[in-house]
């Protein structure tokens, strides 16, 4: 069992920046594919970006591309996203994700075996 949590959310003005970090306890997700997605209100939980077990691999989605960073650090069971750029349109719940299997491609949320319980990020006009 892999526990999932996300630090780092709160509000922040449009152009601003915000890291969010999330620490899986227990166990390590060394092997693991991690990544992140969202939720905004009264929408479906989307993907945003994702990164293979050693690091090598990331993936976004279109409309994060050149603002967000993904990155890990296995020796600190740790993963992050470094937000730039803000845009209110990225206000949502970020949760955290973990998936067994590497695939070489995005995340989809049927892929997940592990979730956070998220972190709120609001981002004022």
């Known amino acids: 069992q892999v526990q999932l949590v996300e630090s780092g959310g709160g509000l922040v003005q449009a152009g601003g920046s915000l890291r969010l970090s999330c620490a899986a306890s227990e166990r390590s997700f060394s092997g693991f594919m991690v990544g992140w997605f969202r939720q905004a209100p009264g929408k479906e939980r989307e993907f945003v970006a994702s990164i293979n077990w050693i690091g090598s691999d990331t993936y976004y989605t279109d409309s994060v591309k050149g603002r967000f960073t993904i990155s890990r650090d296995n020796a600190k069971n740790t993963l992050y996203v470094q937000m730039n750029d803000l845009k209110p349109e990225d206000t949502a719940v970020y949760y955290c994700?973990?998936?067994?299997?590497?695939?070489?491609?995005?995340?989809?949320?049927?892929?997940?075996?592990?979730w956070g319980k998220g972190t709120l990020v609001t981002v004022s006009s």
């Open positions: 994700a973990a998936a067994i299997v590497n695939y070489r491609r995005i995340m989809r949320v049927d892929d997940v075996n592990y």
